[in-house]
């Protein structure tokens, strides 16, 4: 299932990095209900002693990763490299803390004024506007992140039936990605992901000599994320199958 018989050939110059959502976690309707796939946590403990570099860098909020990815050996970044687990606390990047107030001021007007079905999630350094309960409000949820955006200079990122707004500072998966493989040193590297946000972790693998670049597979899959990886699965299970196939 890996391209390539030589990709990882020496997993202790390798690194495996991954998303969360849609990728070691189902989609599910209400985003505090998302959990990893049954086994995931099992796999990642076995990679995290086989290879170089294991880590999660998800657009969820690092709290939530600590409390539901609590793998020994793998390293965890929030809220798109905003926020890192470092020693079982929260250290969030300092050009983005001076912005949660403005965060929680769009996550309390959102909340007054949303239409039935759409949800503000609170990431805390982030807000989510998802649509995916009220597809009819895609409108109002785009509407309301742009007004927001121009209100408080916050930036607005597109994802899968969602808006969000995040500091406008330049740090995302692909700064994360590129700094860990760095400081890793590998050789080979591979990122599994599912939505647009991942697009910068696939760029940054560019750095290594042996990349790997991995889609998850859905109806809401975007096309240029598909066409832009190395290798596509279907769906979290097809990533727990993939996973596996790494461990041995």
């Not at 239409?115 to 409108?139: M, Q």
């Amino acid at each position: 299932m890996i391209p390539g018989a030589g990709w990882a050939a020496d997993p202790g110059h390798a690194a495996i990095l991954l998303d969360f959502d849609g990728t070691l976690a189902p989609i599910v309707a209400d985003p505090a209900d998302a959990r990893p796939l049954p086994g995931a946590t099992d796999v990642l403990g076995v990679l995290a002693g086989r290879y170089r570099l294991v880590a999660v860098v998800s657009g969820r909020p690092a709290e939530y990763l600590a409390i539901h990815l609590d793998v020994a050996g793998v390293d965890r970044w929030g809220a798109y490299g905003l926020q890192h687990i470092v020693d079982g606390r929260v250290v969030v990047a300092p050009s983005a803390s001076a912005w949660q107030s403005k965060v929680a001021s769009v996550v309390a007007r959102g909340r007054a004024v949303a239409p039935a079905g759409v949800g503000v999630e609170d990431k805390g350094i982030t807000v989510t506007l998802h649509f995916r309960g009220a597809p009819e409000s895609e409108g109002w949820v785009r509407a309301f992140a742009a007004e927001s955006a121009a209100a408080t200079g916050l930036a607005v990122h597109d994802a899968k039936m969602s808006a969000e707004l995040r500091p406008p500072v330049p740090i995302d998966k692909g700064t994360v990605v590129a700094g860990l493989v760095a400081d890793a040193g590998v050789q080979a590297a591979c990122f599994v992901g599912d939505d647009v946000g991942d697009l910068s972790a696939f760029r940054a693998l560019d750095a290594v000599d042996s990349p790997l670049r991995v889609a998850v597979r859905s109806d809401e899959a975007p096309a240029e994320l598909l066409a832009a990886a190395d290798l596509v699965v279907d769906g979290p299970a097809g990533v727990l199958e993939f996973l596996r196939s790494l461990a041995g």
